[in-house]
């Protein structure tokens, strides 16, 4: 079945600098990517997500790659801010049930 | 506001008791979602339920069950039967089964 890795565990960046978190996937037949955002004591947020038909999508400070070939997706943050502070979360799509399989998260810290 | 309602945001357990997490949405959506999250691991599935009078079991069912009378609420029981019941459960909807998911604030079961 589905597998996702995500990396780093922990992304410790200078406030104003750009973090990149990244995810691989095992079923090339996945065809939907999306990225959440969870505070501490809080549901995941849907920040930004990607379909197998597109390389990439932007959204202001927030853009997502994909890379078919490779079964590799990436969240980048640019000009981060205090309240980017968070755990993200990738996911990549079941195709056999549209269920999501979700990477373990990586908590970016936003050093001031 | 649409949204997720879970309650209640703090629930306690004693040793054979069965539980229930209520997930209420007015987002008018079709396909509803548990998930457990424990520390430093991405979310798993559940149970899920496509629509009304129907679901299925994810990848960690046992132990718990579930039900879908309505449309707009999905509650889930932790029986006595789950060993190891201390986690966030979180509840998501989405409008079919590959669009994107939405998040409630989860609620924080632990044993007593």
């Known amino acids: 079945g589905e597998n996702v890795e995500q990396h780093p565990s922990t992304l410790s960046v200078q406030e104003g600098d750009s973090a990149v978190i990244k995810c691989t996937y095992s079923?090339?037949?996945?065809?939907?990517f999306p990225w959440y955002k969870q505070e501490l004591g809080k549901g995941p947020q849907l920040i930004i997500d990607i379909r197998s038909n597109v390389g990439e999508k932007k959204d202001q400070r927030i853009a997502v790659t994909l890379n078919k070939t490779a079964k590799h997706f990436s969240l980048h943050i640019t000009e981060t801010q205090p309240e980017d502070s968070a755990v993200y979360f990738c996911a990549a799509s079941n195709p056999s049930n549209y269920q999501l399989i979700w990477g373990a998260g990586t908590k970016l810290i936003i050093k001031p | 506001d649409g949204g997720i309602t879970q309650s209640p945001k703090y629930l306690f357990r004693k040793e054979g008791q069965n539980v229930t997490l209520s997930c209420e949405q007015n987002l008018n959506h079709d396909a509803m979602y548990w998930y457990r999250q424990d520390p430093g691991q991405g979310l798993r599935l559940i149970y899920y339920s496509q629509i009304v009078n129907d679901f299925q079991k994810g990848d960690i069912a046992e132990g718990y069950s579930v039900s879908r009378e309505k449309k707009e609420s999905f509650p889930l029981t932790v029986t006595s039967a789950q060993k190891n019941p201390t986690a966030f459960y979180l509840c998501?909807?989405?409008?079919?089964?590959?669009?994107?998911?939405?998040f409630g604030d989860g609620t924080r079961l632990s044993i007593l």
């Open positions: 998501a909807s989405s409008g079919q089964s590959n669009q994107p998911q939405h």
């Open positions: 079923d090339s037949a996945s065809n939907y």
